[in-house]
DNA sequence: GATTCGCAGTAAAATGTTTTACTGGAACGG
DNA sequence: CCGTTCCAGTAAAACATTTTACTGCGAATC
């Protein structure tokens, strides 16, 4: 009971070798040393039940193994799906390549004690995540064109230089335009997101119209409403809409959540959503499929958006290669429930 | 540009001391230190922007200054109020301390390789909070009576000696009990929480059972049904309920979410929640106030649990005191709103 | 027979702290 | 004037690893 702990200088001791030998042989990068050896190595690792410490191991390298996910201060982020379902996307993979998560939320003076960049400064952490950013986030300027590890996770801006990985908004818009125009709808009605702060819900918006015009469809500014992503505003949003146009036929609402808010409003107008009125959604989370009627919608896989953006961030840490950022598009894809209909 | 990074070494040298020194200023451990040598280092430490590296400075102690949070393998774990607001909890209490989270998820093949010890073992961690613990866990029993700083957060065991903070739910059921009773109700139903699993649930049902048989209600075996804990499950526990006692005229959920389960099966057979039917919930939980009626529960305040587990958890740490376990139970508080009333 | 090469492994430096035990000198009481 | 105490700080060991440059040796090459 002389000893706590085992450590690596216990294992050569054990086996007879030298601390370079044990280090190179939990390494992995072994070739040069044999098998009988190697053997050896291993059984006194098993003996002692010997595990090295990630403290020490990151020191001389200057890597953590550990990768951050920083996420604004939000009523409850952690209690929503979009945020899981990333996390949980990153976590898996990261998990599954060695790499250990750290939690962090950016509150306003974490963010003016730029503790974030103490987090890489001081070897806390690998690489950092950023889920839920806005252009009103105006630290990540501090990240333009830097070669600072963070990447931007399901958003992206045209005024800094950052890394990111984002589902391909553009194309859902454009999805979304050409089922409702299949369908034969034409007075249709938008609910987007928050437009102002936020570039890819402008992509969705801009493809979304975009797409109908080429199909001779004219959206009027006054039809497309901000919903801010929550099913409470866009209640009140489908509530306008209606009473603008009572004759539309036809709502695409930037997220799900969105759309079970134009469920609500419809309801309370007796008008039946997928019936009355079509109504499609985005981003395809679980709730999607159950409410009623189960709602057409947009998949995004956020878990693979996730998952890609852990892959590529990896890919960075390694090579630590600047030619040019991260700049990867998740493909969408339309899935056809019952809250869409071809006109009457 | 000789060096990328300051160290302290370099501070020393900068402002003309030894390293011993300047370590002493930075851990404010330093009544011994002068004023004007503290501010020249101080100034130095300012002019090379240092940072300690928390990976060497967790080195000689063995300390990490990081928690993790284990949750076990549940559909979107992350995308549930409940370990939201618990993280919440622990995070901000954390931070304040200088702590780091670290997320770490309970898969099936992460517990067989029983990787929760290596992160202690591996000094990644200075203690371990398990959240959303059941008796089906029984790697648990690893730490029964061991002096590993495991912490479950918001239930515990009776089989295995475990450190543990929880809500105190036997006062949550007397509450409820209390509170129907006061109202005039006898014809009285019970939708529980996952009971053959869960000792805090139990316990729930024992003293709203117990403390109903204390005023006479007597409550059989056959109006109490078990839930999950999900909206689904409790939608068709109530409609059991009612089938077996159709005149019953109130209902006490184990949770919010299950309570909302029971206004919609209410619904569904032309009952209004709170006038024909009293509900009552537990938790509080964000959507508790906002549901229509607004919901009469017991608040459970789960942000203080996680933040009180945190304080605890760092006391366990600092200390190393192994005399007795933490047993901590946070008071609740009924909350009236409109989803019960007086009997008719 | 000298030179080169590959093999299997090692010595030692480097990583950046904390902490314990020490030191030289000044003040101070007897 | 001597011994003690205090002050302000320091030297050196300890923490546990990775990595670079090396070494001795036998085999192959010229």
Redesign the interface.
């Known amino acids: 009971m002389a000893k706590q ?1 085992a450590n690596i200088r216990d294992v050569a001791k054990e086996s007879g070798v030298s601390l370079t030998t044990v280090s190179l042989i939990i390494n992995k990068n072994d070739q040069r040393i044999s098998e009988p050896t190697r053997q050896r190595v291993l059984d006194a690792i098993e003996k002692l039940s010997y ?6 191991r ?2 001389p390298n ?1 890597r ?1 193994n ?1 990768l951050a ?1 920083l996420v604004p201060q939000l ?11 990333l ?2 996307g990153i ?1 898996e993979e990261a ?1 599954a390549r060695g790499f ?6 950016a509150r306003r003076d ?1 963010i003016k004690r730029r503790e974030y960049m ?1 987090l890489l ?4 952490v690998d690489g950092i995540f950023f889920l839920g950013a806005t252009e009103e986030h105006k630290f990540l300027k501090e990240f333009d064109a830097s070669d600072r590890p963070l990447l931007v996770v399901n958003n992206h801006f045209s005024q800094w230089d950052l890394h990111h990985v984002v589902c391909d908004y553009a194309a859902a818009g454009r999805d979304a335009a050409d089922h409702l125009i299949e369908l034969g709808h034409t007075r249709i009605a938008h609910i987007s997101g928050p437009n102002d702060v936020v570039l890819t819900t402008r992509e969705l918006t801009d493809a979304f119209v975009g797409r109908l015009a080429e199909h001779g469809v004219r959206l009027s500014k006054s039809m497309i409403v901000g919903g801010e992503f929550q099913v409470e505003t866009a209640k009140l949003a489908c509530d306008e809409l209606l009473e603008r146009d009572p004759d539309l036929t036809a709502i695409f609402c930037a997220n799900d959540k969105m759309a079970l808010g134009a469920y609500q409003s419809l309801r309370a107008q007796s008008k039946q959503p997928g019936k009355d009125v079509s109504i499609i959604g985005c981003d395809d989370i ?1 709730v999607a499929a159950l409410s009623d009627p189960p709602m057409t919608t947009v998949r995004m896989n956020f878990f693979e958006v996730g998952a890609e953006s852990c892959r590529q961030m990896l890919k960075l840490i390694e090579t630590k290669s600047m030619d040019g950022r991260i700049n990867k598009r998740i493909p969408v894809e339309l899935v056809r429930r019952a809250s869409t209909a071809p006109i009457r």
Do not use: H, K, M
Request: hydrophobic share 40%; with cysteine; charged share 20%.
């Open positions: 702990r595990t090295p410490s990630r403290l020490a990151g020191l200057r953590a550990t996910i009523q409850n982020a952690f209690a929503d799906v979009y945020f899981g379902e996390i949980s976590y998990a250990r998560i750290l939690l962090e939320v974490y103490q400064e001081d070897c806390s679980p």
